[in-house]
């Protein structure tokens, strides 16, 4: 066991703070990596204030983590000492379920391990996520990383990155597609990256004026601001896709509305209470209101060569781990372009 300095809650009101934690001895699978910058995503925050009312405690969260190898298992074939690495949002699964062998082990029938709060497969309890100086994970859930990009902005891409590409690739978006992407937080701006990428025309319906600025540097082609009905009524009936990353309870049938037929809304944001639909607001149009959780590992690596080959990285600001409580308070308000990383240094 090795002993690894952290930031963990104890409970759902505390506030992060200094903690030690025990990772396992290496295993001949592992890789063992020195943690350097880690994303703060808010599924982090859900959890650490356990809005999911799943929380183990103690719980130290991150699963936007990248790094340097720092040692590898007799048997690792993949990784050698130095190389950059990734770990996103989970650690370990079955590998022999149907969702698992498809590369789908975000949905493991046999359950799949979070990078934290999850439950290991060996018995040895709960993981403890990024905001940490070192994490061994089995070589088949780490990815590579490119040295092209700036390594502290790759970071949200283990997280906000494959959760917002994997969806855009299911359902093929592309050139002639009218995209909208609600929320411009951590998840968001990266949808519009992404989508405008693809070829979409993309629109950011957002609650934040504030934020109009920064839409056409992202790609965006328009910028509707939520809370102004009369922007809202101009895009009714308009979007052949609503990439819904929004993180607080809202009205989804607003937003149903601004479909055309055969639209699909597709959820990702995880807000604490249950949505509310009428049958009919998706019987009329034939309209979809669809999920999506993460990425496979195989379209996480996927996804990671493509944003190294089109330059597409998160606009980030880095900040010191003993800032990680202000972090949180500042993303519930919105305060952030648009995503924390801590700089491990500092822990
Ligand atoms: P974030 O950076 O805090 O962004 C959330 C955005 O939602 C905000 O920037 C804001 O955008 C909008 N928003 C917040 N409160 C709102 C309110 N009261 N009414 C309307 N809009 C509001 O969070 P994130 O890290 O992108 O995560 C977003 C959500 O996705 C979270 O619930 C997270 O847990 C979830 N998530 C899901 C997956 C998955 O696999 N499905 C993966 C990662 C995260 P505007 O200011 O532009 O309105
Ligand atoms: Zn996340
Ligand atoms: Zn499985």
């Known amino acids: 066991m090795a002993s690894t ?3 963990a809650v104890q409970d759902a009101v505390t506030p992060l703070a200094p903690w030690t934690i025990n990772r396992r001895d290496l295993k001949p699978t592992d890789v063992q990596i020195q943690i350097l ?10 959890t650490a204030r356990n809005e999911w009312h799943n929380t183990v405690y103690p719980c130290v969260p991150g699963h936007e983590i990248v790094g340097k190898v720092t040692a590898v298992g007799s048997q690792v074939t993949k990784f050698k000492t130095g190389d950059l690495a990734g770990v996103g949002c989970l650690v370990d699964s079955c590998r022999v379920c149907e969702n698992c062998k498809e590369g789908l082990e975000q949905f493991c029938a046999n359950g799949m391990v979070g990078t934290y709060n999850g439950n290991e497969k060996d018995g040895n309890g709960n993981t403890y996520g990024g905001y940490s ?19 502290e902005a790759v970071a949200p891409l283990l997280c906000a990155g494959i959760t917002t590409y994997s969806p855009l690739r299911h359902w093929k978006i592309g050139k002639g597609h009218k995209v909208a992407v ?8 990266m949808g519009v990256k992404l989508a405008v990428s693809m070829g979409a025309e993309v629109t950011i319906l957002s609650h934040t004026a504030s934020k109009k600025a920064d839409a056409k540097r992202l790609g965006a082609a328009h910028f509707v601001l939520t809370s102004d009905e009369a922007q809202v009524k101009k895009v009714k009936g308009s979007f052949d896709f609503i990439l819904n990353t929004v993180s607080a309870d809202h009205d989804y049938n607003l937003y149903l509305g601004l479909l055309r037929s055969n639209g699909v809304m597709v959820c990702v944001g995880a807000p604490a209470s249950p949505a509310k639909i009428p049958a009919f607001n998706i019987i009329f149009g034939r309209k979809s209101f669809a999920g999506s ?23 980030i600001e880095l900040i010191a781990m003993k800032d990680i409580n202000e972090a949180y308070e500042r993303m519930l308000k919105g305060d952030v ?11």
């Open 182 to 189: 609600l929320g411009l937080g951590g998840l968001g701006h």
């Open 37 to 46: 910058f880690c994303g703060v995503c808010h599924s982090d925050l859900h």
């Open 293 to 315: 959780l993460i990425g496979g590992i195989p379209e996480t690596q996927e996804m990671l060569d493509y944003c190294a080959e089109h330059n597409i990285v998160s606009d």
């Open 337 to 347: 372009r648009y995503r924390f990383v801590i700089d491990m240094a500092t822990l």
């Open 133 to 151: 100086k070192s994490i061994s994970v089995h070589e088949d859930f780490v990815l590579h990383i490119s040295d092209k990009l700036p390594l």
């Open 5 to 7: 300095r952290a930031y």
